[in-house]
Structures are given as structure tokens and as C-alpha cells.
């Protein structure tokens, strides 16, 4: 991948992480490892969304064990996942209880995907109280998923991943969902389970109970979704470029070494995902020619000065383009990326050539060479390191000159 953007929201992102710390995540923090950002158009077993289990953690502290968990604890986060370890057979009982007598009554159930405000509010409770009971589980899948990138022998790994418990699909697709998140490098387990099986066909795969591989690796995929929030004043593109490397890493580990069959439910995710992330990253791209032009034009009036906002968004724009470019075959975009990817080419080096041009005519401008340094920070980027290199050294030159 291209070097990504540069961290220019370290500050929020760090308030962000704050906030949201193991304190105040549902059940404080207890399985965060299946948890998945909004949206989710294709719920997983292996998978819950974060606003889904948040739902049944408020459901569990306040409807179920208001005398077990504390309000207070869990409203200031100074609850505990230590705290919550121990009420954990309690809390499952309760909810096996309470969840009887909710699918006993068609009425009640109504009731409780209003309380809860979410149609698929009772699948959602079965994958967080499975991850519950099963957390322990979780964990070794963690370690699992961690020793998966210092494993290099396919058929070792193969053997490892037919030890998951795939005779019980449900938990499976939650375990490798788990490891999955810890893989550097997606494209081994898939290419373990194809040398394990014999075949690469997407009914080998599924014939040999590794269906909920698949799960998990559509699972992340449209996890990345959440992070293409391209839009307003200051989208987070470093954000942006590492949710598109990845997936692009996961899409490129299933259609590139497993032969899908058309119209199954793998392949309709797949287009559908692959849809939803091409129209997120579209339009932003559609911007980065006007973004780049506007950066860098002089104003017609006035003191000259940087729009530090424009040029902010011109070197993120060049970022994201060559991201895309690094994961075109994953993405829908060829049409728009190769215009934006053409556009800018011609744009950058015309601004170029024009600030030269000034800063031979005015060597010593801090606008002209502030824009000279942007320009060739986005053409190490847009075209080549070694092309930066030599507009350096021309610059070098035009000022000697000068």
C-alpha cells in the first residue's frame, strides 16, 4: 500500500478512544473482539454490531440485574470488566429466563425489539450472549489469530483452522471472526483451507463445514464501511486509506484464490459490499482535481496567503487517489478513478511549473515556496519518489539561479 495520510487528527481520534474506552463499551469491554461498527446490512453469526450489543448490555444492567450491576458504575464508567466477570453466570441465567418468556409471546417480543428499538434485536441478544458464554474461547482465538502471521507452513495452519469447532457453525464463525481481526496477511487462511481441502471451489469450502470462515472475512469487509465517512469538513483519510487497504486485502483473499459460484450468498455480499464502498470513496474523488486547483491558485485579490483547509484536503486527496489506485481490482471505480487519476497528474504539474517559475522570479516567497513544498509532498505521492526528488533538486537550482 502507499504510505497512507498523514495523522492529522491524532488529537481526536485520541478523545475518541477516550470515550469510548473498555469502561463504558458493552460489558465493559468483554467482547469487544466480535463487535462491529454500523452499518451492517448483512448480519453475521460470528458478528454483533456495536449499537446492537450496547442495546442488550442497557437491556441486561437495567431490565435484568438492576440489583446485581450497578447504574451509577456503568453511567460514569468506573464499572469494570472484573466487576462483570463474576455476575456472568447469574446474568446468563437471567437473560435464559427472560428470553423464554419474550419467545413465548409473539406479543411480548413486539415489545421487546421496540424497547430495544431494533427489528433483529432478539438474533443480536443470541450473538452476545453466545460471545458471553463463550469468552474464554474468544481469547484463545485472539492468540490464535496473532500466531496465524508467524505460521508458515500451510499445512500446519490448515490443521489449525480444522481444530476450530466447525461442527458448530454459530460459535466457529464467532471464533474466526475473533482471529480474523489479529491476521496481517488474510491470504493464508484461505490458501491453508484450499490445500487442506484440495479444491478451491466455493462448494469445496462450504462442503468441508468452512462456511464460517467465509462469514468472518465478509464479517470485516463491511466493517471497513463505518470508516469511509468521506464527507464534511475533516474526514479522517488516514482512517479511510487503512479501512480501504483492508479491504481490499480481505476481498482479494476470497476472489483471488476461491472459485465463487455466481448467485450464492458469498458472491451477492461481495458485489453488494464492494458496491456500498465504491459509493462511498466516489464522489471524494470527483474533488480531488477542483481540491488540488483550488489549493494551489494564487488569489486574484488581496495579500496572497494558503487556505490551509484547501490544502489540507488536496494532499488527503492525492492520499486516498493513490490508496484507491493500490486497490482498484477490489473496488467499483475504474471509470472515476481513472479521470480523477488523470486530472490531477495534469493539474499537479502545471502548479508545479508555475511555482517554479515564481520562485525564480521571487526566491525568497514564503507563499510560493510554501506551495512548491506541498506540491512536491503530493507528486512524491501521486507519481514517484524519485520524480519528488528531482523537483527538489530544480527548485534548488532555481533559486540559485535567481
Keep these: 500500500m502507499s504510505q497512507p495520510a498523514p495523522k492529522l487528527h491524532s488529537a481526536k481520534l485520541t478523545a475518541r478512544a477516550t470515550s ?6 458493552p460489558f465493559c469491554g468483554l467482547i469487544d473482539p466480535v463487535l462491529v461498527r454500523e452499518p451492517v446490512p448483512y448480519p453475521s453469526a460470528g458478528s454483533v454490531s456495536l449499537e446492537g450489543a450496547q442495546a442488550a448490555w442497557t437491556w441486561v444492567f437495567r431490565d435484568l440485574c438492576r440489583d446485581l450491576i450497578s447504574a451509577d458504575g456503568v453511567e460514569n464508567g468506573t464499572l469494570t470488566a472484573g466487576d462483570i466477570e463474576p455476575l456472568l453466570p447469574e446474568i ?3 437473560a435464559k429466563t427472560a428470553l423464554e418468556r419474550i419467545d413465548a409471546d409473539q406479543e411480548a417480543l413486539r415489545r421487546f425489539r421496540a424497547q430495544l428499538g431494533r427489528d433483529n434485536a432478539r438474533a443480536e441478544i443470541d450473538v452476545v450472549l453466545r460471545a458471553l458464554r463463550n469468552r474464554a474461547l474468544i481469547e484463545k482465538a485472539l492468540v490464535f489469530g496473532k500466531a496465524i502471521n508467524t505460521i508458515t507452513d500451510d499445512a500446519a495452519l490448515g490443521t489449525a483452522l480444522q ?9 466457529a464463525a464467532m471464533l474466526l471472526h475473533a482471529a480474523l481481526g489479529q491476521v496481517a496477511n488474510p491470504t493464508k487462511p484461505v490458501v491453508a483451507v484450499i490445500k487442506l481441502i484440495g479444491s478451491d471451489t466455493e462448494i469445496a469450502v462450504v462442503r468441508n463445514g468452512f462456511t464460517p470462515l467465509l462469514e468472518a472475512y465478509l464479517g470485516h469487509a463491511q466493517n471497513q464501511l463505518h ?10 483519510v ?20 476461491i472459485e465463487f459460484t455466481r448467485g450464492s450468498q458469498a458472491t451477492q455480499v461481495l458485489s453488494a459490499v464492494t458496491k456500498m464502498v465504491s459509493e462511498r470513496v466516489e464522489p471524494r474523488l470527483k474533488e480531488v482535481a477542483t481540491d488540488l486547483n483550488q489549493a494551489m491558485r494564487r488569489p486574484r485579490e488581496g495579500a496572497d496567503r494558503i487556505d490551509n483547509d484547501r490544502m489540507l484536503a488536496a494532499i488527503n486527496g492525492i492520499y486516498l487517489l493513490s490508496t484507491v489506485r493500490d486497490c482498484r481490482d477490489s473496488l467499483a471505480l475504474n471509470a472515476v478513478f481513472d479521470q480523477a487519476w488523470s486530472q490531477s497528474g ?11 517559475e515564481l520562485i525564480r522570479q521571487m526566491p525568497g516567497d514564503p507563499m510560493t515556496g510554501a506551495r512548491l ?20 533538486r530544480a527548485r534548488l537550482a532555481a533559486e540559485r539561479r535567481a
Design 346 to 356: 495534469q493539474a499537479l504539474e502545471l502548479h508545479i511549473q508555475r511555482n517554479l
Design 238 to 257: 488516514d482512517l479511510a486509506c487503512r479501512s480501504l487497504d483492508r479491504f481490499h486485502r480481505l476481498v482479494r483473499a476470497l476472489t483471488g484464490n
Design 163 to 171: 481444530a476450530m469447532p466447525l461442527k458448530d457453525p454459530k460459535l
Design 92 to 94: 446468563l441465567a437471567r
Design 227 to 236: 470508516a469511509l465517512q468521506l464527507t464534511g469538513p475533516f474526514p479522517d
Design 20 to 25: 469510548t474506552g473498555s469502561a463504558r463499551m
Design 373 to 392: 513544498d506541498a506540491a512536491i509532498k503530493m507528486a512524491e505521492v501521486r507519481f514517484n519518489p524519485e520524480y519528488a526528488e528531482t523537483l527538489k
